[in-house]
């Protein structure tokens, strides 16, 4: 652009960190970040957004959440788009705990949680082996107007696999074709491995 005589702005910068994103380039995606106060640029939502999220899929928690943070300082008012990335960012790391805690914060902000926030939630915990707060979740989701999608069904049932919960595993599966939903090869995987744990468990006691 330089060579065309064009001076690029935010929304080229915005493009080229979404697109190093989208190809998994966290570090290209940070110097990019990096270099718009020197062109006297100034990052909006969108540009953390794009920055979170090549972090979030390069495993970079913890240079998600710093992100995050820095958004205040910066004047930026993160939004659903941006706790979305980060609990996804710590899910992705096995970061659970974070993950809820992102997610707690949410209301603070006058944010409401959707469908893919409360999905990332839950995965975490299903990674973390936490069953109990992906079944709450997982029930609270209709109460505020959020449809459970098969993926959260999914990371929920793995939940109550990993900690050994088999009943509640096959009450889910029972209720995934209640929710118009489709059950694939990973909803009655994760079921029949509860099922299995489950007898381990009972031939250990």
């Not at 710093?66 to 930026?76: G, K």
């Not at 609990?87 to 992705?92: L, N």
């Not at 902000?109 to 707060?133: D, H, M």
């Amino acid at each position: 652009m330089p060579e065309a005589r064009l001076v690029p702005n935010e929304i080229t910068y915005n493009a080229a960190i979404s697109a190093c994103s989208k190809g998994g380039q966290w570090q290209l995606a940070l110097h990019l970040l990096s270099l718009m106060p020197e062109a006297r640029l100034v990052p909006n939502e969108i540009t953390y957004n794009a920055a979170i999220s090549a972090c979030e899929k390069g495993g970079q928690w913890q240079l998600a959440l710093s992100l995050l943070s820095q958004m205040p300082e910066a004047r930026v008012v993160p939004n659903e788009i941006t706790y979305s990335a980060g609990i996804s960012a710590c899910e992705k790391s096995g970061q659970w705990q974070m993950a809820l805690n992102l997610l707690s914060l949410m209301p603070d902000a006058t944010l409401l949680p959707n469908q893919i926030t409360y999905s990332a939630a839950i995965r975490a915990c299903e990674k973390g082996s936490q069953w109990q707060p992906a079944l709450n979740f997982l029930s609270l989701m209709p109460k505020v107007r959020v449809v459970p999608e098969k993926i959260t069904y999914n990371a929920a049932i793995s939940a109550c696999e990993k900690g050994g919960q088999w009943q509640l595993a096959l009450n889910l599966l029972s209720l995934v074709p209640d929710a118009r939903l489709v059950p694939n090869e990973i909803t009655y995987s994760a079921a029949i491995s509860a099922c299995e744990r489950g007898t381990v468990i009972s031939n250990l006691h």
